[in-house]
């Protein structure tokens, strides 16, 4: 591990700790205005540098012009690597997965879809539970807690996580947060 992995673990701890028992003072003080692209960047190069060149085609299309929000940005980039990475696995190689971002009145609606296997209603209901996996999934290496953690991140982040999706047809993340400035 190279000085800057080990001190991206290291906030990255520091900041689990805080989600875990920190004060919701403490928590905004931790707070910084960071650019939407910069952090998906940030989680699409984790990605690409555990799966190397066996991903699905990841298309980012967040548009230049900065969407600034306000997070810790260790913890909301690694709830970003757990949805990418749930889409990494449940997609074929040859599949895609596109990231997009838009801006509503009050808010940044970040989508991340997939056409991989898609998810059934009973799977969507339970994909946010802690420990919970689909049948199907057991094969893949997880521990039910990457979407969940991201959902609480999100949370905390004052935002919120759907899921839709078709068995077969791929699946659709969204996040929403709110707005600090574009």
């Known amino acids: 591990l190279s000085l800057k992995e080990i001190e991206g673990m290291v906030k990255m701890v520091s900041a689990l700790l805080?989600?875990?028992r920190g004060t919701a003072q403490e928590f905004d003080d931790s707070l910084q205005e960071v650019r939407l692209q910069a952090s998906v960047s940030k989680a699409l190069e984790s990605i690409y540098t555990t799966y190397a060149?066996?991903?699905?085609?990841?298309?980012?299309?967040?548009?230049?012009?900065?969407i600034i929000i306000t997070v810790m940005p260790e913890l909301f980039e690694h709830a970003l690597i757990n949805i990418l990475d749930n889409s990494v696995?449940?997609?074929?190689?040859?599949?895609?997965?596109?990231?997009?971002?838009?801006?509503?009145?009050?808010?940044v609606v970040l989508r991340i879809t997939d056409n991989g296997r898609?998810?059934?209603?009973?799977e969507i209901e339970?994909?946010?539970?802690?420990?919970?996996?689909?049948?199907?999934?057991?094969s893949v290496t997880g521990h039910g807690l990457g979407l969940p953690f991201a959902k609480q991140v999100i949370e905390v982040h004052r935002g919120e996580v759907s899921i839709k999706a078709n068995p077969g047809q791929g699946t659709i993340i969204e996040i929403i947060l709110p707005l600090t400035g574009t």
């Open 126 to 138: 339970h994909a946010l539970d802690r420990f919970w996996r689909a049948k199907d999934s057991q």
């Open 118 to 122: 898609g998810m059934d209603n009973n």
């Open 18 to 20: 805080l989600l875990a």
């Open 53 to 66: 060149n066996s991903t699905p085609k990841i298309v980012n299309r967040i548009r230049r012009k900065p």
């Open 89 to 107: 696995k449940f997609t074929p190689t040859t599949g895609s997965i596109t990231i997009d971002a838009k801006i509503d009145t009050q808010n």
